[in-house]
């Protein structure tokens, strides 16, 4: 079963910048996809990203649009999200995940906390 760590998280003015890790530990060239989600508190999980494995192509929430930019190294295994002008209606923890249509797979990480405050 691959394992997925996020890490890269933390406090961050406004307008600042973050990236974002996402490490698996076995091959992710079985999986169709990889996505970063994040969920605020009192709030539902919420797709910020995502990046197919193979092709590269990417789709974005609308509030990410034109400030985040995800990313992928298939040989190290790695998915990152660029976080620039951070806003602090961003503040939520982040979750990587990784898809596979067959045999299914639904794999999360255990989250990393994003907060943007002055």
């Known amino acids: 079963q691959v394992q997925l760590v996020e890490s890269g998280g933390g406090l961050v003015q406004p307008g600042g910048s973050l990236r974002l890790s996402c490490v698996a530990s076995?091959?992710?060239?079985?999986?169709?996809?990889m996505g970063w989600y994040r969920q605020a508190p009192g709030k539902q999980r919420e797709l910020v990203a995502s990046i197919a494995v193979t092709s590269g192509s990417t789709n974005y929430a609308d509030s990410a649009k034109d400030r985040f930019a995800i990313s992928r190294d298939n040989f190290k295994n790695t998915m990152y999200l660029q976080m620039n002008s951070l806003k602090p209606e961003d503040t939520a923890v982040y979750y990587c995940?990784?898809?596979?249509?067959?045999?299914?797979?639904?794999?999360w990480g255990q989250g990393t906390q994003v907060t943007v405050s002055s």
């Open positions: 995940n990784l898809k596979r249509n067959w045999p299914r797979a639904d794999l």
């Open positions: 076995g091959s992710i060239f079985t999986f169709q996809n």
